[in-house]
Every structure is written in structure tokens, then in C-alpha cells.
């Protein structure tokens, strides 16, 4: 006879609000959580941000341990899960302990991706993905000066920002022509890259690197095309990959991610995939998508509860994303097309009262395909970009003109 449980392999942002959804529908106690870090899940956004504002800034739990009692669900923390059984429907734990479940929900996540060319086990070259990462480089940090930043992501710039008002000498080498270039529109790309050089970062676009010299488990040098450049510290942003390597085993579809329909449902009937490492149904013109945020992982963990039991659900998520670079608040809402041409709408904005962000430039940016609005990028204004995110989400696309009116709230544009 099968197990009645619920087994979710990955304690992170999605793992954690798949225990909150299951607990308030009254199914705690058939939880096993199964944690490969030794934490409980916590909040990933602040590590790239106010973690190394201040040395003793703590890891913030998404939860207590308490509340997990409480729900009656079971954490194993440190415990990986090495493998599946989908016959005997059965996860093998590396302790060794092996858990039965009647349902199963991988939410394991990313990680940090590697250049092949770059050893990994150098001591001064440093990924930045979990509580572990950077705590370590928080105290490595201490006695260095120079940090040497390859890939002009939002994590990397986060940190490079943050390292920047601390005194530390930053460089960024991004192989691309701008900044961000999968992830914003070419508008606010050099916004960004304007605000960081002013603020002192040395930027430097289309670096290719052609490689590293080393010396006893240091790098010391990165040739670029037009220079040799001595690093003391490095620090590699250059993305994600979905840890889809259980679903591999056991012969799920996947397709740079776990592939699952609007339910969450993996291609095994008992086996669910949430967060980072799930690949979902989206558009015609974009058959299927993998988001890496917040937003995305607790939403489709809030659907994924639904669908476990047994609800008709559908994941159409409004994608949203924000990012916290030195004096800039990036929100993003929608997705920017990769190729296709769009027209950009300028829409400047003034904080209500006079606030210490009011020399900094505020406004966002309407963009359309055609007549359709597609995305809204906004800096330093969150009141537009919870209006932009209602318009969206209504479906709804208001004229340039009408975006441009600055004389006109936003809210005036809502159904
Ligand atoms: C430094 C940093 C800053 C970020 N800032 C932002 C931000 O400002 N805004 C935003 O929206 N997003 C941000 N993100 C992205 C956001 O954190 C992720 O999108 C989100 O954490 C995804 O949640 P998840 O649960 O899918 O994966 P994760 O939170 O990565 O959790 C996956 C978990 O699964 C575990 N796991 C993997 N394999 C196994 C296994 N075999 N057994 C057991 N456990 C396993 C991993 O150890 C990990 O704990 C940031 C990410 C990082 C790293």
C-alpha cells in the first residue's frame, strides 16, 4: 500500500511556502520536508544585499522551527536527497534513511553556474548562492581590497554595488555590450551602467576573456583581449543552471529545467516540480518558460497545494521582479521580448514628499509590442510599479499617450 505523505526535496523559497499552503489547508502533518542545506529554509534576496552591509547581519529564516512543529511537519535538514525510487515510490536520503511518499514535489532550486576554463576548487574565487556562500565570503572579504566581479548579472551587481560603499576597489568584466542584456531592455541597461560608473564601479562591456594564470589554488591574473588584469579576489555572476539532476535520473522530462504543466505536474502522475528548476507552459510565441524569483516560486507553490489536492488550477502567472542596486530599487513587471522590437513609453515620476531618494532619477519605462503593453521596468518609483503590475494583470493596455500624462495617475488607467 503506498504512503499517504508528501515529500518536498528542496528547502528553499518554494519548498517553504509549499509547507505554508499544504499546512493552511490542513495537511501539515503529512509533510516530510527533505533540506540538503543544514538550515531551515530562509530568504535568499537579502545575501546579495544588506548580509554585507553589516558584519553581523543574521541569516532570516522564512520560518521558526517552532512553526514547523506545529504544522506537524517533519524537516530533515542536511540530509540531500541521492535518490529516487518512482516504482516503490520511495526517496533514498545520503544519512541513508529512506522516506514513501504518495506524493512527491521537487523544489531543488539552481545552481551557480561555472566557467568551464575556471577551476573550483581556487581559494579566492567565490559563487554566491546560499546562506553557507555568504557567510564564507562575508569573512574573506575582511582583508580584501580589490574583487574582481566576472558577469554583470542583478546578483553580481547587487553585490558589486554594496562592496562599492564599502570602500572596496570593484570591477565588473561583462562579456556582453551592456548590462543585464537577458533580463531588461536596453533603456534601462544603460541607466544602470551610468548610475554604478558614477558611483565609482569600474564597468568594463564586451570583456571576452581569453584566460586565467594561477598560482598554489589562486588565480592571479584574467587576460582579457586588450589587457592582463591582476585580481586579488573573484567573484562569479554569470548566472544559474536548474538542479534537475534527480528528475534526470529517473527519466522525467526535462528541457534546461523540469518540464510541468499549468498543475505543477511533472511527466510522473505522483511527482510535482515547483520554483527555479521547474519549465512551465506559457505562450505561443514562447512555448514554455523557467523563471528564477520569489515571486515565481511561492506562486507556483501556492498552485502546486492546490493541484496536490486535487483542485483544477492553472499557473498564469504576471511575472514580477525587483533588484537593489546601490541607490536604485529596480522593479520589473512582464517579460521583455528577446528579439522583437519594442517602443518605449518614458514616464517620469516625483515622490510624493521630499525623501532622501528625491535627487535620485525616478521613473519607469511602458513597453509595447504593437499597441500591446508587455512589460514595465520602473527605478526608485514602487507605487508606479504596483500600479503598472494591477494594469497588467488586468490585461489591460493603455495608450503611450495616456502612459506619458504624468498629469494623470496611473491609477486612472485601471478598470
Ligand atoms: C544572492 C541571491 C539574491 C537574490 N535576489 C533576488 C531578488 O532580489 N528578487 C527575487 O525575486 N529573486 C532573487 N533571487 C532569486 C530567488 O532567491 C530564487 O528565485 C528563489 O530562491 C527560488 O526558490 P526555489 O525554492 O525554487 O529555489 P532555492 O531557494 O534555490 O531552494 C532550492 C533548495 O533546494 C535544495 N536542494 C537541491 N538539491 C537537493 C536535494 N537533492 N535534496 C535536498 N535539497 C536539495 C538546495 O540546497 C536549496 O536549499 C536571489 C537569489 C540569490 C542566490
Request: a negative charge; one cysteine or more.
Amino acid at each position: 500500500m503506498s504512503s499517504n505523505s508528501i515529500v518536498i526535496v528542496g528547502g528553499g523559497h518554494a519548498g517553504a511556502q509549499l509547507c505554508a499552503s499544504l499546512a493552511e489547508l490542513g495537511q501539515g502533518s503529512r509533510i516530510h520536508l527533505v533540506c540538503e542545506e543544514p538550515v531551515l529554509p530562509y530568504q535568499r534576496p537579502p545575501l546579495s544585499k544588506a548580509f554585507f552591509k553589516k558584519a553581523d547581519e543574521a541569516v532570516q529564516s522564512i520560518r521558526a522551527a517552532t512553526w514547523y512543529e506545529q504544522q506537524g511537519i517533519e524537516v530533515h535538514l542536511g540530509d540531500p536527497v541521492k535518490s529516487i525510487d518512482p516504482e516503490k515510490q520511495t526517496v533514498h536520503l545520503s544519512s541513508g534513511k529512506s522516506l514513501a511518499y504518495g506524493q512527491l514535489v521537487l523544489a531543488t532550486g539552481t545552481r551557480a553556474r561555472q566557467l568551464p576554463s575556471l577551476p573550483t576548487n581556487l581559494d579566492n574565487v567565490y559563487t554566491l548562492r546560499t546562506a553557507h556562500d555568504a557567510t564564507q565570503l562575508r569573512t574573506s572579504l575582511e582583508s580584501v581590497e580589490r574583487v574582481t566581479f566576472i558577469g554583470g548579472g542583478f546578483i553580481g551587481l547587487e553585490l558589486a554595488a554594496t562592496l562599492q560603499s564599502l570602500g572596496k576597489q570593484v570591477t565588473v568584466l561583462e562579456s556582453q555590450t551592456r548590462l543585464l542584456s537577458r533580463a531588461v531592455s536596453p533603456q534601462l541597461s544603460a541607466h544602470v551602467l551610468g548610475i554604478h560608473q558614477a558611483a565609482g564601479l569600474d564597468v568594463r562591456l564586451d570583456s571576452q576573456i581569453k584566460g586565467f594564470a594561477f598560482e598554489s589554488h589562486r588565480v592571479t591574473h584574467i587576460e582579457l583581449a586588450s589587457e592582463t588584469l591582476a585580481v586579488e579576489c573573484v567573484l562569479l555572476g554569470i548566472g544559474a543552471e536548474p538542479e534537475d539532476a534527480l528528475a534526470r535520473q529517473i527519466g522525467l522530462r526535462c528541457d534546461h529545467g523540469i518540464l510541468v504543466d499549468a498543475q505543477m505536474k511533472t511527466s510522473n502522475p505522483h511527482i510535482w516540480a515547483v520554483g527555479d528548476c521547474s519549465r512551465f507552459p506559457w505562450t505561443p510565441e514562447l512555448p514554455s518558460l523557467r523563471l528564477e524569483s520569489v515571486q515565481n516560486a511561492n506562486d507556483q507553490a501556492r498552485t502546486a497545494a492546490q493541484s496536490l489536492m486535487g483542485q483544477t488550477v492553472s499557473y498564469q502567472p504576471m511575472p514580477w521582479f525587483w533588484s537593489e542596486q546601490g541607490s536604485m530599487r529596480l522593479q520589473m513587471v512582464g517579460l521583455m521580448p528577446a528579439q522583437a522590437q519594442t517602443q518605449a513609453v518614458h514616464r517620469p515620476f516625483s515622490p510624493p514628499t521630499q525623501t532622501s531618494v528625491s535627487d535620485v532619477a525616478a521613473f519607469s519605462l511602458f513597453h509595447y509590442l504593437g499597441e500591446r503593453l508587455l512589460c514595465v521596468e520602473s527605478v526608485n518609483a514602487p507605487m508606479e510599479h504596483m500600479m503598472a503590475r494591477k494594469i497588467l494583470e488586468q490585461g489591460l493596455s493603455p495608450s503611450p499617450a495616456a502612459v506619458a500624462d504624468t498629469a494623470s495617475p496611473l491609477k486612472n488607467l485601471l478598470a
